[in-house]
C-alpha cells in the first residue's frame, strides 16, 4: 500500500507541491488571505491577488484546469490554517509531512465519527446530502458550502488542502462532461462512497446483526 494519498486530477508532486506552497505562502501573505476570507462567493475572489497568484503557479505548470476551478481552490482553501506542529518544520520537510501524515481524503473525514462513540459522523448526513446536490449545479453554492465544512472539520481533524483541490478539480472536470464523468466516474457517487463506507465502520446494523 502506498504512504501516500491517492489523487484523482493532481497526480503529479510538482502540481501537489505547488498548491501546497500557494498555501503555505499565506501564512506570510496574511493581507492576500484575508481578502479571500471576505469573499462572499468564489466568483468574487475571481480578481483578487491570492487567486490570481494561484492561477499563474498552475498555468506555468501547464495543470489542464479551469481558471474558474482555481478560483474555486484558493476560494475554499483560504480558511485552512497551516497546524503549530507543520510549521514548526523546516521549509523543505514540510509538504512531505503533510502528505505522510494526512492522507484521508476529505469525504471520508466528513463521515468520521464524532468523539465520544455517538455513532454520529462529523457532518450529518442531511448536510452531506445537500452538499451533493450542490456540487451538480453551475454556481456558488457548492463551493459556499464546502467552505463552511472544511472550516468545520478543520477544528476536528486537520484537513489536507492539496486533497481538497483535487476534489474540486474534479467536480468541474465532471461538470464540464457530463456525458463522460457518470456512474462510477461521477464526483457525487465517489463522494457518496467515501462518506457512507466511512459511516459503515461504526454504525450499528437497525436489526442487530
Same mark, same amino acid.
Given at each position: 500500500?502506498?504512504?501516500?494519498?491517492?489523487?484523482?486530477?493532481?497526480? %503529479?508532486?510538482?502540481?501537489?507541491?505547488?498548491?501546497? %506552497?500557494?498555501?503555505?505562502?499565506?501564512?506570510?501573505?496574511?493581507?492576500?488571505?484575508?481578502? #479571500?476570507?471576505?469573499?462572499?462567493?468564489?466568483? =468574487? *475572489?475571481?480578481?483578487?491577488?491570492?487567486?490570481?497568484?494561484?492561477?499563474?503557479? #498552475?498555468?506555468?505548470?501547464?495543470?489542464?484546469?479551469?481558471?474558474?476551478?482555481?478560483?474555486? !481552490?484558493?476560494?475554499?482553501?483560504?480558511?485552512?490554517?497551516?497546524?503549530?506542529?507543520?510549521?514548526?518544520?523546516?521549509?523543505?520537510?514540510?509538504?512531505?509531512?503533510?502528505?505522510?501524515?494526512?492522507?484521508?481524503?476529505? *469525504? !471520508?473525514?466528513?463521515? =468520521?465519527?464524532?468523539?465520544?462513540? *455517538?455513532?454520529?459522523? #462529523?457532518?450529518?448526513?442531511?448536510?452531506?446530502?445537500?452538499?451533493?446536490?450542490?456540487?451538480?449545479?453551475? %454556481?456558488?453554492?457548492?463551493?459556499?458550502?464546502?467552505?463552511?465544512?472544511?472550516?468545520?472539520?478543520?477544528?476536528? !481533524?486537520? !484537513? %489536507?488542502?492539496?486533497?481538497?483541490?483535487?476534489?474540486?478539480?474534479?467536480?468541474?472536470?465532471?461538470? /464540464?462532461?457530463?456525458?463522460?464523468?457518470?456512474?462510477?466516474? =461521477?464526483?457525487?457517487?465517489?463522494? *457518496?462512497?467515501?462518506?457512507?463506507?466511512?459511516?459503515?465502520?461504526?454504525? /450499528?446494523?437497525?436489526?442487530?446483526?
Amino acid at each position: 500500500m502506498s504512504d501516500r494519498p491517492w489523487f484523482l486530477v493532481l497526480r %503529479n508532486t510538482p502540481e501537489q507541491q505547488a498548491i501546497f %506552497n500557494w498555501w503555505v505562502g499565506l501564512e506570510q501573505r496574511k493581507g492576500e488571505r484575508a481578502a #479571500l476570507r471576505r469573499c462572499d462567493s468564489a466568483e =468574487s *475572489a475571481m480578481k483578487e491577488i491570492g487567486s490570481l497568484r494561484l492561477q499563474f503557479t #498552475l498555468q506555468k505548470l501547464a495543470l489542464k484546469v479551469s481558471e474558474e476551478a482555481i478560483t474555486n !481552490v484558493a476560494y475554499v482553501l483560504a480558511h485552512l490554517k497551516p497546524s503549530d506542529e507543520l510549521l514548526k518544520q523546516e521549509s523543505e520537510q514540510r509538504f512531505a509531512l503533510l502528505m505522510q501524515t494526512y492522507k484521508t481524503r476529505l *469525504a !471520508v473525514q466528513m463521515g =468520521s465519527e464524532r468523539e465520544g462513540g *455517538a455513532e454520529k459522523p #462529523l457532518i450529518s448526513e442531511l448536510r452531506f446530502q445537500r452538499l451533493l446536490q450542490t456540487s451538480t449545479q453551475q %454556481n456558488d453554492d457548492f463551493s459556499i458550502d464546502l467552505r463552511r465544512i472544511v472550516r468545520h472539520l478543520d477544528k476536528e !481533524v486537520k !484537513v %489536507n488542502p492539496v486533497l481538497v483541490a483535487d476534489d474540486i478539480f474534479y467536480r468541474f472536470r465532471a461538470l /464540464k462532461k457530463p456525458d463522460e464523468y457518470r456512474g462510477e466516474k =461521477s464526483f457525487q457517487f465517489k463522494l *457518496a462512497k467515501d462518506y457512507y463506507q466511512e459511516v459503515f465502520t461504526y454504525q /450499528k446494523d437497525e436489526q442487530g446483526a
